[in-house]
């Protein structure tokens, strides 16, 4: 019977020093020298939403998201096309620019007056983490307050021109 407590106490000594073990740290995604440039291009680039995950689900993609485009310009400018579909809402302009933190990670930081009313918060600036950016790709996730819960949305975009198979995706 002592053998059998000194197994247990032992057994439950070990997953208490394995579960409070440091997880290990995500290195932050280091940006490419022109990641500006990859961004808004020359003058001004227009991305196309490719597919949206919340939290590890894919979203369904409606009409508004089907339509959806944002635009960097290599002047600091950023703006959306939301206004020009029917019921997709109105459309943001901001300033845009890349920030760094302490700790490595990039994020484009968009700056309007608009931002607390079409995102529902109170700063007028909105934090955008960069995931990824190529010629013809950006990743960016961003936190979203949504039936009050922080939730984490990671959207994939593309050059506009580019094609994307099941980009309409439905359940």
Not at 17 to 42: F, H, R
Not at 110 to 129: C, G
Request: with cysteine; charged share 25%.
């Amino acid at each position: 019977m002592k053998g059998v407590f000194i197994f247990f106490c032992s057994f439950f000594l070990v997953i208490t020093l394995v579960s409070c073990e440091d997880k290990p740290e995500v290195k932050p995604y280091l940006l490419p020298s022109n990641a500006l440039k990859l961004i808004s291009g020359d003058s001004v680039k227009t991305w196309k939403l490719a597919s949206r995950y919340n939290g590890k689900t894919r979203m369904n993609m409606g009409d508004c998201f089907l339509h959806y485009r944002q635009s960097y310009t290599s002047n600091g400018e950023a703006f959306d096309n939301n206004a020009e579909a029917v019921n997709c809402g109105p459309s943001l302009v901001a300033s845009w620019e890349i920030t760094t933190t302490e700790k490595g990670n990039s994020y484009i930081k968009l700056t309007s007056a608009q931002i607390p009313e079409l995102l529902n918060i109170e700063e007028d600036h909105k934090f955008f983490k960069i995931l990824y950016v190529s010629k013809d790709s950006l990743t960016l996730s961003f936190s979203h307050n949504q039936f009050g819960k922080k939730k984490t949305i990671t959207d994939y975009l593309v050059q506009e021109d580019l094609e994307v198979p099941d980009r309409d995706f439905h359940w």
